[in-house]
């Protein structure tokens, strides 16, 4: 067996982001008292794990980059703006609104309406609710917002920081800022509907929010992943910043611009540079991006660092909880997250290596700065390296694996878990089994004979 060569990490030529330090990883009780320790939330949907609120989706994908957009490719970066508009207009939008198709705006009326009928609202009063959204908007210079059909002048003046102090302008998301209003939600209110720009995923968010502070302490209760034994202040304070993160997230993009043609006069020829303009219209659908974590990833931020909670059904999972449920999504789930573990400790950014037939990828730093050095297939064997492998190979498959990882400029690499022969099935069932566990790496290259016999001439 040959020695293995280290090669350094291939940066990549376009960089456009800083690099911001990992989420802390506190030694002693000492040390966590000390420092202030940031918590966050996350929720499982369907056997996957999403974070809502945009502070929690920027601080956990910006330190450590865990996970990934539910409609991005990697960092949730996503705009409901369409680039080519936004810079098309970047003139005319002096409000800094999201500029949207006509196309794209009949889209969100579509899904609005589908979402109202499958909550078997009336025909006739969806179309009544919707009918406001596709009227014209009147934005003036002084913060006041009016439809274009007078009979809508029964609506209130736009909402500014003076009447309420949630519903203030300048919010940002995205690079961009946003006006923010509750408008939708006093006019619906007062007339008995809901709005169909308001998603499922508000009632959650709030049932979450309430069965937080009802949670045991993590040195109190077996393997909890957050404390709850607060003081009564504490808590009224959590409340309150949840409560102002909702308001915050619900009012996001409440107008939008639509890009809308002109319909020329018969006596007039029709002119390209005119055809088009802006028209501010309430959003009947609103989008958002959440962040999603893979089952290693969150498991990491619940065990090994303590700053995430998991909710399912509006209850906390516990640490032995969730590893009994993430083994039974995943048969695969202990090996990969002990590899995973592993590999974090050691400084690399692991992320899942699905499209290279491998278990992770292995970064350096994070992607957004490095190619992936390695590529890494974990199997956990016991102390004479005889095991169940869960991709047992050939050697058709493992030549076909080594070449399809040096195509794309990496290594591969072979990640065994020794366990001792003498651990049981019962000690497996929680996490402190990895106290046990001993890993060994092994690189896999291919052997070319031309390139081996001139090494050898040269010798």
Same mark, same amino acid.
């Given at each position: 067996?040959?020695?293995?060569?280290?090669?350094?990490?291939?940066?990549?030529?376009?960089?456009?982001?800083?690099?911001?330090?990992?989420?802390? !990883?506190?030694?002693?009780?000492?040390?966590?008292?000390?420092?202030?320790?940031?918590?966050?939330?996350?929720?499982? $949907?369907?056997?996957?794990?999403? &974070?809502?609120?945009?502070?929690?989706?920027?601080?956990?994908?910006?330190?450590?980059?865990?996970?990934?957009?539910?409609? %991005?490719?990697?960092?949730?970066?996503?705009?409901?703006?369409?680039?080519?508009?936004?810079?098309?207009?970047?003139?005319?939008?002096?409000?800094?609104?999201?500029?949207?198709?006509?196309?794209?705006?009949?889209?969100?009326?579509?899904?609005?309406?589908? !979402?109202?009928?499958?909550?078997?609202?009336?025909?006739?009063? $969806?179309?009544?609710?919707?009918?406001?959204?596709?009227?014209?908007?009147?934005?003036?210079?002084?913060?006041?917002?009016?439809?274009?059909?007078?009979?809508?002048?029964?609506?209130?003046?736009?909402?500014?920081?003076?009447?309420?102090?949630?519903?203030?302008?300048?919010?940002?998301?995205?690079?961009?800022?946003?006006?923010?209003?509750?408008?939708?939600?006093?006019?619906?209110?007062?007339?008995?509907?809901?709005?169909?720009?308001?998603?499922?995923?508000?009632?959650?968010?709030?049932?979450?929010?309430?069965?937080?502070?009802?949670?045991?302490?993590?040195?109190?209760?077996?393997?909890?992943?957050?404390?709850?034994?607060?003081?009564?202040?504490?808590?009224?304070?959590?409340?309150?910043?949840?409560?102002?993160?909702?308001?915050? !997230?619900?009012?996001?993009?409440?107008? #939008?611009?639509? #890009?809308?043609?002109?319909?020329?006069?018969?006596?007039?020829?029709?002119?390209?540079? &005119?055809?088009?303009?802006?028209?501010?219209?309430?959003?009947?659908?609103?989008?958002?991006?959440?962040?999603?974590?893979?089952?290693?990833?969150?498991?990491?931020?619940?065990?090994?660092?303590?700053?995430?909670? $998991?909710?399912?059904?509006?209850?906390?999972?516990? $640490?032995?909880?969730?590893?009994?449920?993430? %083994?039974?999504?995943?048969?695969?789930?202990?090996?990969?997250?002990?590899?995973?573990?592993?590999?974090?400790?050691?400084?690399?950014?692991?992320?899942?290596?699905?499209?290279?037939?491998?278990? !992770?990828?292995?970064?350096?730093?994070?992607?957004?700065?490095?190619?992936?050095?390695?590529? #890494?297939?974990?199997?956990?064997?016991?102390?004479?390296?005889?095991?169940?492998?869960?991709?047992?190979?050939?050697?058709?498959?493992?030549?076909?694996?080594?070449?399809?990882? /040096?195509? &794309? %400029?990496?290594?591969?690499?072979?990640?065994?878990?020794?366990?001792?022969?003498?651990?049981?099935?019962?000690?497996? /069932?929680?996490?402190?089994?990895?106290?046990?566990?001993?890993?060994?790496? &092994?690189? #896999?290259?291919?052997?070319?004979?031309?390139?081996?016999?001139?090494?050898?001439?040269?010798?």
């Amino acid at each position: 067996m040959a020695e293995a060569i280290f090669r350094a990490p291939k940066r990549k030529r376009r960089v456009y982001e800083s690099y911001e330090a990992p989420l802390p !990883l506190w030694f002693t009780q000492e040390e966590t008292v000390s420092n202030e320790k940031q918590h966050y939330y996350a929720e499982m $949907i369907n056997n996957n794990i999403i &974070v809502r609120t945009p502070e929690s989706i920027r601080a956990l994908y910006g330190k450590g980059y865990f996970g990934k957009g539910i409609l %991005s490719r990697s960092r949730p970066a996503y705009n409901i703006s369409d680039p080519a508009l936004l810079a098309k207009w970047k003139d005319s939008n002096s409000k800094h609104l999201p500029v949207i198709s006509s196309k794209k705006f009949q889209h969100h009326i579509d899904w609005a309406r589908s !979402l109202l009928q499958a909550q078997e609202v009336e025909d006739s009063c $969806i179309e009544k609710m919707l009918e406001k959204y596709t009227q014209s908007v009147d934005l003036s210079c002084d913060g006041s917002s009016k439809f274009c059909d007078s009979s809508q002048e029964k609506n209130t003046n736009f909402p500014t920081s003076e009447t309420n102090d949630v519903e203030k302008r300048g919010e940002t998301q995205n690079g961009e800022n946003h006006p923010a209003t509750s408008l939708q939600n006093k006019e619906y209110n007062s007339e008995g509907d809901d709005p169909p720009a308001k998603c499922e995923n508000i009632d959650c968010e709030a049932a979450d929010r309430e069965d937080q502070v009802h949670v045991h302490c993590p040195r109190h209760h077996d393997f909890t992943t957050h404390c709850g034994c607060q003081n009564q202040d504490a808590t009224k304070e959590t409340q309150q910043h949840n409560s102002i993160q909702d308001d915050k !997230l619900s009012s996001e993009h409440e107008y #939008v611009l639509v #890009v809308e043609k002109i319909k020329p006069c018969s006596d007039q020829p029709l002119n390209d540079e &005119v055809t088009e303009r802006l028209v501010c219209k309430r959003n009947p659908f609103k989008v958002f991006e959440y962040l999603q974590l893979s089952l290693e990833e969150a498991f990491f931020l619940v065990y090994a660092l303590g700053c995430l909670t $998991i909710f399912q059904d509006e209850e906390p999972l516990t $640490i032995v909880k969730l590893w009994e449920v993430f %083994s039974a999504i995943q048969p695969g789930f202990k090996a990969n997250y002990m590899g995973y573990h592993y590999f974090r400790g050691k400084g690399w950014v692991p992320k899942t290596g699905l499209k290279y037939g491998t278990d !992770l990828l292995l970064y350096r730093k994070g992607p957004p700065f490095y190619h992936a050095s390695y590529s #890494v297939v974990v199997e956990m064997v016991d102390d004479s390296c005889q095991g169940l492998q869960q991709r047992p190979f050939t050697w058709q498959s493992l030549a076909g694996l080594v070449r399809i990882t /040096t195509n &794309v %400029s990496k290594e591969l690499m072979l990640c065994y878990l020794i366990k001792p022969t003498n651990m049981t099935e019962e000690e497996m /069932t929680s996490p402190e089994c990895m106290k046990r566990i001993k890993v060994q790496e &092994v690189l #896999v290259n291919r052997w070319i004979s031309s390139r081996e016999r001139t090494d050898q001439e040269e010798l």
